[in-house]
């Protein structure tokens, strides 16, 4: 069973912290991408990364990094956590070479910053 | 204008009812179009997928794409409340698997 893994479900954390968040897949996708949802907003794309070491901007990248050093892992980083940033944050991943180019998505990662 | 728009719900129905989702699109470049069911507390997951116009079928579930309208409902047959969820649309230009564009969803509540 395909699997994409966010290795922390809830956080809390207290502003200026720094954040790290964990992503993990099994499937060998080259794509990886980190999303925030919010009521409202619906998912808004924060990085893509299409291969190790590379990535993209996505719609809302202010405020955070990410890192890829293996294919299977992509961290998203925030700096220094302040309060907007409370949100849940969805890792997925999907690979160009499938039929069916889809996104798998992790558990998600709900986050607050006091 | 949001490129992708849903109804927000929330959307309540009797077990066994025919619901109705609604997803509608500005950018006519989109030509790949997804539904993916999301339980509370939880990631989503692909529930239908489809390319062509007309409709598709699976079990209780038909997604109509119509492209002339850019509207692409998802249609629930004999509603469970196992089926109370957030249902989110998304859509593509292409089938690369890299930019994916979504509605703000739909919360569905089926009552027994």
């Known amino acids: 069973d395909v699997k994409v893994t966010q290795s922390s479900r809830y956080l809390v954390k207290r502003t200026g912290e720094k954040v790290f968040l964990e992503c993990v897949q099994d499937m060998d996708h080259e794509n990886m991408f980190w999303y925030r949802q919010d009521p409202g907003l619906g998912l808004r794309l924060i990085y893509f990364s299409y291969d190790v070491k590379m990535k993209e901007k996505g719609d809302i990248p202010e405020g955070y990094s990410v890192s890829r050093e293996k294919k299977e892992r992509f961290s998203l980083i925030l700096e220094s956590a302040s309060t907007n940033q409370t949100s849940m944050y969805l890792c997925?991943?999907?690979?160009?070479?499938?039929?069916?180019?889809?996104?798998?998505f992790g558990e998600g990662s709900r986050l607050t910053v006091l | 204008q949001k490129e992708v728009e849903q109804d927000p719900g929330p959307l309540s129905v009797p077990e066994g009812a025919i619901v109705s989702l609604n997803c509608t699109y500005s950018n006519s470049a989109f030509q790949y179009f997804m539904w993916y069911r999301q339980y509370s507390r939880k990631g989503p997951e692909l529930l239908m997928y489809t390319y062509s116009s007309g409709n598709k079928e699976d079990g209780r579930f038909t997604a109509q794409v119509d492209k002339s309208s850019k509207y692409i409902p998802l249609f629930i047959r004999d509603s469970q409340p196992s089926d109370s969820a957030t249902y989110l649309c998304?859509?593509?230009?292409?089938?690369?698997?890299?930019?994916?564009?979504f509605g703000t969803g739909t919360s569905l509540t089926v009552i027994p």
């Open positions: 997925a991943s999907s690979s160009p070479g499938l039929a069916i180019g889809e996104l798998f």
């Open positions: 998304a859509m593509s230009e292409r089938n690369t698997g890299n930019q994916f564009y």
